[in-house]
């Protein structure tokens, strides 16, 4: 831990795993990219502390169903990124290497944002927790979209840079810097200590 690192409240904070799923993380899905299934072993590693500390993780799954984007305007992931996570199938399943069991909430989301016409606020705001450590895939996208959304709401978004899928490298120091610059804070998994309760 860093000198200046202040350890986490376990009674304040949760751990927001982001879209770790078969379709971004499996070398079989349709939108796999080497380094989010990288990143599941740092991720793991982040949840089961977590575990230990008695600190809430979270699971953010992108489902999309089949016909989502028919009747849209202009928002069309289909469009952007070919057909992927479609409800109901193996691509929108969580990786099977990340202790899922003992989730304490599951949110299901159809944007890049897990605050979007979701239950995750209400869910996080009923528990009174008000910090978050924001990791997953992919940095710049569902991540950044998500923590950014997280600051909005007056959360404390703290991203952490060595648990995050990305697809070229460029994009993981962009979210990172970014979100670092604009509304948030990063950290490293070395720097993450949760408080002991009393």
């Known amino acids: 831990m860093a000198p200046d690192a202040t350890p986490f409240d376990p009674t304040r904070t949760a751990v927001i795993v982001v879209d770790m799923q078969n379709g971004f993380c499996h070398p079989d899905g349709s939108l796999y990219a080497p380094p ?11 949840v089961e502390r977590a575990g230990d500390a008695g600190v809430p993780v979270v699971y953010t799954r992108d489902v999309h169903p089949p016909g989502q984007f ?13 057909e992927h996570v479609v409800e109901g199938s193996w691509e929108a399943e969580l990786v099977a290497d990340l202790p899922t069991d003992d989730a304490a909430h599951v949110v299901e989301k159809h944007t890049y944002d897990a605050f979007h016409q979701t239950e995750l606020d209400g869910w996080l705001d009923a528990r009174g927790i008000d910090d978050l450590l924001v990791c997953g895939t992919l940095a710049n996208v569902c991540v950044l979209h998500t923590a950014s959304s997280a600051g909005l709401r ?45």
């Open 70 to 82: 028919d009747d849209t305007h202009y928002y069309d992931e289909f469009d952007r990124w070919g």
């Open 154 to 198: 007056d959360y404390r978004p703290v991203i952490v840079s060595d648990a995050l899928g990305y697809i070229d490298a460029e994009h993981r120091e962009y979210a990172v810097d970014h979100a670092d610059w604009l509304f948030g804070e990063t950290t490293t998994l070395a720097d993450v200590v949760f408080a002991e309760n009393e």
């Open 36 to 46: 989010s299934e990288a990143a599941i072993e740092p991720v793991a590693t982040l």
